[in-house]
């Protein structure tokens, strides 16, 4: 029975959404399986989207949706926002989209960034991905050490993902993880840890997000952290999704001291963004003033539009007030949905928004 609702439906999605059909029969010829972003395949074809506006997205077929995806957080300030328009053309009017050099933008940047998530120092990137993997170098390099310590589920970009236990097939020295089984798991972390030799890292979400919208418990984020401090190892604190959960992160609010933070999404106003940064001493390790110091590269890792509207974005969007608002809304809407789905096999994980 199920297995006949199951095609039925099939069939009217198919029925019902016949140019976005049309699209990915195109788009197959140029993308491997018309895709660019695995994520966003889906069986029997995903559906095109055409615009955004608001809190709306439209798809070929004329369609229109509340946009709830929000692009996994990078959209937080949804598709119109006035601030953000005129910050995008008045940039490129007055400014310019690269300037080949550093500017004052992006002290700017950095400065709100380290005021706001209690960061000595911060570097930019143009990911989440690449500021892990920058910040994986810099612990390596600091503590001249290679394994890093990373939970089942967790999921630090797209060459450093981990699900079910395992490093995935195209994670980037995949020898060096060293994953432990269970997230919250606060013995069988504090046992891994002690017995791991040459640990420079522990990398860790305090709320998975790929893996199930999972908050970490307070117990178990501090007793790892206080391990790895023993141990000699750096504590890393992936905030690339929940440094929007609380008005300076997720971390501070938990009352963690992480060596490490990296972030990303909504932090570049809705363009492509990541960055890191930490304590003084740890991010040292790519002063280029410095002899030994580490190379960290990047064109785009400065260029004015994302150091522009990233800035007005945290500084007049996503302010403190507008932050502790949206999540105390998320809180409400999953409270709710977990009110009316109680008695079925429906689930609602996670904290605020
Ligand atoms: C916790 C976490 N870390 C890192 C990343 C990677 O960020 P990006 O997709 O910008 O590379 C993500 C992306 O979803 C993430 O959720």
Not at 85 to 107: A, C, M, P, Y
Not at 174 to 195: C, E, G, H, Q
Request: charged share 20%; glycine share 12%; hydrophobic share 40%.
């Amino acid at each position: 029975m199920a297995q006949a609702a199951l095609e039925a439906a099939e069939a009217r999605f198919i029925a019902n959404n016949p140019l976005s059909k049309k699209q990915h029969e195109l788009a197959v010829g140029a993308l491997p399986g018309g895709n660019t972003r695995t994520l966003l395949h889906t069986s029997p074809f995903p559906l095109t989207m055409k615009q955004g506006k608001g809190a709306h997205v439209w798809d070929e077929d004329g369609h229109k949706y509340l946009d709830l995806v929000g692009e996994l957080t990078a959209g937080l300030y949804g598709h119109s926002n006035p601030i953000i328009r005129q910050t995008i053309l008045s940039t490129f009017d007055n400014v310019g989209l690269s300037l080949g050099s550093t500017t004052v933008q992006e002290h700017k940047h950095a400065s709100l960034l380290c005021s706001r998530f209690k960061l000595e120092r911060v570097r930019m990137a143009n990911t989440g991905t690449e500021a892990n993997m920058h910040a994986l170098a810099g612990a390596r390099h600091y503590t001249s050490r290679r394994k890093v310590i990373v939970f089942s589920g967790g999921y630090h970009g797209a060459v450093f993902s981990f699900p079910a236990g395992k490093a995935a097939p195209n994670t980037v020295d995949k020898d060096d993880f060293v994953v432990i089984p269970r997230y919250n798991d606060t013995s069988l972390a504090m046992n891994t840890i002690k017995s791991t030799p040459d640990l420079a890292a522990i990398l860790v979400e305090p709320m998975q997000g790929a893996g199930g919208c999972i908050p970490g418990t307070k117990e178990f984020l501090h007793a790892i952290q206080d391990a790895a401090h023993e141990v000699g190892a750096l504590f890393i604190l992936d905030e690339v999704m929940t440094s929007r959960l609380a008005p300076h992160g997720l971390g501070v609010e938990l009352g963690l001291k992480p060596d490490m933070v990296t972030m990303g999404k909504y932090l570049g106003g809705g363009l492509a963004f990541g960055a890191f940064g930490g304590r003084e001493e740890v991010m040292a390790v790519y002063d280029p003033r410095v002899e030994g110091s580490l190379a960290h590269s990047g064109t785009f890792n400065n260029n004015t539009l994302v150091m522009s509207v990233g800035y007005k974005a945290l500084k007049r969007v996503f302010t403190e007030e507008a932050c502790g608002e949206l999540n105390e809304r998320g809180d409400r809407l999953r409270e709710k949905l977990v009110e009316v789905t109680k008695g079925s096999k429906i689930r609602f994980t996670g904290r605020g928004r």
